[in-house]
């Protein structure tokens, strides 16, 4: 079965530095990744995908994730972080033989401090 | 935007008790889902419907049912709700695989 790692459970970091969030995922087939946030009493939201073509894919407020497919990861970075990007993060891969279903990673947890 | 509702945001439930967790979708999506979420844990697959009347386990569907009576309904039934059922839990909906998932903003549930 497919899984996804997600290497580190907590990141802190201080304001307006970069930051790099890990995963790893499992799958050797043709798979779907995706980047979601998770803010403080909320459910997740989608901040990023990627389907197929260009292995960067951005995200409207500074994300950006590539897919490195020998490596099976799917890195989210940003250049400079604000204390508004504290929340924690979930990385989930689809595909393979799961169908339809998204596999997700454990969390990691985006501590921005100024 | 497609909405994902979940009927309550907070729930305390006794021991034993049968709870039920319900989620509308406005979207007409073919596919919803039930995760429970956990600290250190991430998301875990309950159960997931990929239409009406259907239903599929997940990975831990055990003290768990659901139903899907109508496309835009899925509830998650706790027949006798227990404490390690304390959590919270996301339902989520989606029209294909490769658009993702829309989810509800989650109910916390506390079992006592």
């Known amino acids: 079965a497919q899984s996804v790692t997600q290497l580190d459970s907590q990141v802190p970091v201080f304001e307006e530095a970069p930051v790099e969030l890990r995963c790893n995922y499992s799958?050797?087939?043709?798979?779907?990744l995706f980047w979601y946030v998770q803010y403080p009493n909320q459910g997740l939201q989608l901040l990023l995908k990627y389907l197929s073509g260009s292995t960067l894919v951005e995200s409207i407020n500074g994300f950006e994730a590539e897919f490195n497919k020998s490596q099976t990861s799917f890195h989210l970075r940003k250049p400079s972080v604000h204390i508004s990007d504290t929340a924690e993060y979930f990385c989930?891969?689809?595909?393979?033989?799961?169908?339809?279903?998204?596999?997700f990673g454990q969390g990691t947890e985006l501590s921005v401090k100024p | 935007d497609v909405k994902v509702t979940q009927s309550s945001r907070y729930l305390v439930k006794r021991t034993g008790e049968k709870v039920f967790l319900e989620c509308v979708q406005d979207?007409?999506?073919?596919?919803m889902f039930w995760y429970r979420q956990d600290p250190g844990l991430g998301l875990r697959l309950i159960y997931f419907s990929y239409d009406v009347k259907m239903k599929e386990k997940g990975d831990i569907p055990e003290g768990y049912s659901v139903s899907r009576e109508k496309k835009e309904r899925f509830s998650l039934i706790l027949e006798s709700a227990s404490t390690n059922q304390t959590s919270m839990y996301l339902c989520?909906?989606?029209?294909?695989?490769?658009?993702?998932?829309?989810f509800g903003s989650g109910t916390r549930l506390t079992v006592v």
């Open positions: 989520a909906s989606s029209l294909a695989r490769a658009r993702g998932y829309t």
């Open positions: 989930a891969v689809s595909g393979g033989n799961q169908g339809g279903k998204l596999i």
């Open positions: 799958s050797s087939v043709s798979v779907y």
């Open positions: 979207m007409d999506h073919e596919n």
